[in-house]
């Protein structure tokens, strides 16, 4: 069997030639990072938790029309996607305050804020993902005014879903990344959600004891970072309320 062609490895994930053209497959890893890649580790089972939470977010956001990547899971830590050009930032949606939002501006984490907040950072590790704003985006050519006015739109549809979802069971959307693409049809761009939707791109509090749920468990060593991300896929059906962490698979001799 030939070895399949990697394309792109980045921090959690892994993106491959798919089996059509147009397509990739996208592996999610057991990479854990934090501060820019300061801080590493692997923890078991963070990948196959990662592919299918992201899996019932994207096929829940297109069940209500947002546009995304994502065609279908093809196992436990792989998903086919639709090949798109990443637009190079990393678009922030903050509903309560928390991280750098908190230290830049003083304000104390988890003080709700008055309505969302959109930040923009430019995807660059190795100047650390600067903060930008609407100007340097547009002068220097990373996304036009339309396409701004559109991610901001998708953003706020994304945020409406998600902040229901977790509400329904009972956690707290803080913030959350996410990634855009561009594709091509009939020749007319039109961008649509690409990435990932997990516990690693967002802020996720439990509403009663206000327990965090998210790779801050991971930053902070504030617990078992698989725990927290197996009680997010449990509260959402994800996986049966019974299960146990998910781990590696073991040989058996």
């Known amino acids: 069997m030939a070895r399949r062609k990697k394309v792109y490895e980045g921090k959690a994930k892994i993106l491959y030639e798919g089996p059509e053209p147009g397509t990739l497959v996208q592996y999610f890893k057991d990479d854990a990072t934090a501060f820019n890649a300061e801080?590493?580790?692997?923890?078991?089972?963070?990948?196959v938790l990662n592919n299918r939470l992201s899996e019932f977010f994207m096929n829940g956001l297109a069940s209500v029309g947002v546009p995304t990547h994502f065609i279908r899971r093809l196992n436990m830590r792989e998903q086919?996607?639709?090949?798109?050009?990443?637009?190079?930032?990393?678009?922030?949606?903050?509903?309560?305050?928390?991280?750098?939002?908190s230290k830049r501006l003083g304000i104390e984490e988890g003080t709700p804020l008055p309505r969302p907040i959109i930040e923009f950072c430019y995807k660059d590790d190795k100047l650390g993902d600067p903060l930008v704003?609407?100007?340097?985006?547009?002068?220097?050519?990373?996304?036009?005014?339309?396409?701004?006015?559109?991610?901001?739109?998708?953003?706020?549809?994304?945020?409406?879903?998600?902040?229901?979802?977790?509400?329904?069971?009972?956690?707290?959307?803080?913030?959350?990344?996410?990634?855009?693409?561009?594709?091509w049809e009939n020749d007319f761009p039109r961008?649509?959600?690409?990435?990932?939707?997990?516990p690693d791109s967002c802020r996720l509090w439990d509403i009663e004891t206000g327990k965090k749920l998210d790779k801050d468990v991971f930053r902070h060593d504030l617990g078992d970072l698989a725990d927290a991300y197996t009680e997010v896929a449990r509260r959402l059906g994800v996986l049966p309320a019974n299960s146990a962490p998910l781990t590696r698979p073991k040989l058996i001799n």
């Open 39 to 47: 801080k590493k580790a692997t923890i078991d089972g963070k990948g």
């Open 80 to 101: 086919l996607i639709r090949s798109v050009e990443i637009i190079p930032l990393e678009i922030i949606v903050r509903n309560v305050a928390a991280g750098s939002l």
């Open 133 to 183: 704003a609407e100007e340097h985006i547009i002068a220097f050519g990373w996304a036009s005014q339309q396409d701004l006015d559109d991610i901001v739109a998708l953003a706020l549809r994304v945020n409406d879903f998600l902040s229901g979802c977790m509400l329904a069971v009972g956690i707290k959307l803080i913030d959350f990344k996410i990634e855009v693409g561009r594709i």
């Open 191 to 198: 961008l649509i959600l690409a990435d990932e939707i997990s």
